[in-house]
């Protein structure tokens, strides 16, 4: 599994590389699942091995990935998350790097938009205490900057103590479970 120390912080050149739906939904991949093969995830992702061998190793060239070298034979490669998370530090970015990163946000909502609607059309089939701990919510705020930062930041924190636990630690009926954050500014508001 990736290290749970290892954070992934994105500037101009890695976010074009990783600006690809494939390549956010492989590093997903291998984060949660760990290590994989192009075979195992061209079938989960639905394209062919070639397609997936390519975006694997536009990953690797950039260090987002690396080869798990204790696993396959010869010609098949194995290859593990190096890190548990990514982040876009908008701080870090010159006026053309943020110019960029509407690329990497454009992959990433796709991605999110079909993690939702997966989950949207499983929700009669899961158990009742998934359907429960699941919710679909918007809260429309009125916040200045300086309060948004604060929000962002305890919901990182609250978040951040229950990531804490690695495999090893995780109860015996512990699934993966999926959060996603959105937090922006509503214009002409």
């Known amino acids: 599994m990736p290290s749970p120390d290892h954070e992934l912080i994105l500037d101009a050149k890695s ?36 397609a997936t061998s390519y975006h694997l190793r536009q990953l ?21 998350a190096v890190s548990r998370s990514t982040r876009l530090d908008p701080e870090t970015l010159d006026q053309e790097g943020l110019e ?11 991605v999110y938009a079909e993690q ?6 499983s929700i009669a ?3 009742e205490e998934w359907r429960k701990a699941s919710t679909f919510s918007d809260f429309g705020l009125r916040l200045t900057a300086a309060e948004a930062l604060r929000l962002r930041d305890e919901i990182f924190a609250v978040l951040q103590k229950y990531r804490e636990h690695d495999a090893e630690d995780a109860p015996e009926d512990a699934q993966h479970f999926h959060v996603q954050i959105q937090a922006f500014r509503v214009e002409g508001h």
Do not use: C, Y
Request: no cysteine.
């Open 60 to 80: 690797a060239e950039h260090g987002m990935i690396a080869e798990d070298t204790e696993r396959g034979t010869g010609r098949e490669r194995w290859w593990r």
């Open 116 to 121: 939702m609607q997966r989950a949207v059309e």
């Open 15 to 50: 976010m074009r590389a990783i600006a690809h739906p494939v390549r956010i939904k492989i590093m997903g991949i291998l984060r949660t699942m760990g290590p994989q093969n192009s075979t195992s995830l061209a079938e989960r992702l639905g394209l062919n091995t070639g």
């Open 125 to 127: 089939s899961e158990p």
């Open 100 to 110: 960029q990163s509407t690329g990497f946000h454009r992959a990433l909502a796709l």
